[in-house]
DNA sequence: TATTGTTATACTCTATAACTATA
DNA sequence: TATAGTTATAGAGTATAACAATA
C-alpha cells in the first residue's frame, strides 16, 4: 500500500473522529442503564477503578480520578453505602486505607462491563468481513 | 468468509467492547480539554446540540438532554452568560424560545470537536492498512 | 514536621413544583 | 384549559480549607 506519514494520519483522524462520534451518539443509552440502577457516572468509575483484591488507597484514587481527596472519600463513601465497597486499615501504616470492592460490587461492576461492551444494533448491520478488520485492528490498538 | 450469525455477533461484540474502553481510557484528556476552557460536559453537550442556523426551542433541547426543562433554562442560561447562545423569540408564537449559537459559540464548538477529533497517538502506530481498513468500516457505520 | 484521610463549609448542578405569559 | 418557558426551592455533587491521627 503507497502512503506517506500525512496520508496515515489524516486515516487516522478519519478513523477516530467517526469512532468518537459513533460512541458520543450510544452515550444515553449508557446513561440511562445508570439511570435504571440509580447509578451515576461517578459511581460507575468508581467501580471501574476498585477490584476485589488489589486495595487501592484514597490517595491513589483522587489522583486517578484528579479530583481533591475529600472527593474521593465522599465518593467512596456512597459506594459504601450501596454495598459495593469496603474500606480496610493495614497494620504497616495506620493512616493508610485499602478500599477494595464487595461481592456485590464486583457484580454490579460485572454486569455494568457486559452491558457497556454489547454493541449498538447498527454494528451488527456490518458485514462479517468488516467486523473482523474492525476486531482485527482494534485489537493491535491493546496497550497503546 | 464462511461465518454464521453467531460468530458475527461476537466479532461484534469484540470490535464495540475494545473502541468502548479505547474511548473510556483517552477520557481524561478529553475531560482536561474542558477544565483548560472552564467548561463542563454539561456546556459540551450543549454547544454540539446547537448550530448558527436552525434554533432549538427549550423544550426539544430538555428533550435531547433527557432532563427537566428548567435544567434546560440553566444549561442555555450557562450558555448565554458565557456568550456562547442567545435566545430568540418568533412572532408566530410568542411563548417559544428558539436558541442558537454565537459566533463565539460556533469557534469554541469546532475548536472543542477539533481537539476531541485529534486521535490519541498510539493510534498513529498502527499500519496504514489497519487504519485504512478501521476508517473504512467506521464510515459504513454512518448513519446506524 | 510531613502525610493520610475526614469533616466543615460553600458553591455548582439538577430536579420538582409553583408561577407567568401566551395560545 | 393547555403549553412554553422561567423562577423558587431543595437536594445532590464537588471543591477549598481546616482538622485529627499517624508517621
Chains 1, 2 share one sequence.
Not at 51 to 58: E, F, I, L, S, W
Amino acid at each position: 500500500m503507497p502512503t506517506t506519514p500525512k496520508a496515515s494520519a489524516a486515516l487516522a483522524r478519519q478513523a477516530w473522529g467517526r469512532m468518537f462520534d459513533y460512541l458520543m451518539r450510544t452515550a444515553p443509552e449508557r446513561s440511562r442503564a445508570l439511570g435504571r440502577r440509580g447509578l451515576t457516572p461517578n459511581d460507575a468509575r468508581g467501580l471501574a477503578s476498585l477490584d476485589r483484591d488489589r486495595g487501592r488507597t484514597m490517595r491513589s484514587l483522587a489522583g486517578e480520578w484528579e479530583c481533591d481527596a475529600s472527593n474521593a472519600t465522599w465518593i467512596v463513601d456512597r459506594l459504601e453505602r450501596f454495598g459495593f465497597a469496603e474500606r480496610r486499615t493495614i497494620a504497616s501504616d495506620r493512616r493508610v486505607k485499602l478500599v477494595v470492592l464487595t461481592v456485590k460490587g464486583e457484580r454490579v461492576r460485572a454486569e455494568l462491563l457486559d452491558e457497556f461492551h454489547t454493541p449498538p444494533p447498527g454494528l451488527l448491520r456490518l458485514s462479517p468481513r468488516d467486523l473482523a478488520a474492525l476486531a482485527r485492528a482494534l485489537e493491535k490498538l491493546g496497550g497503546v
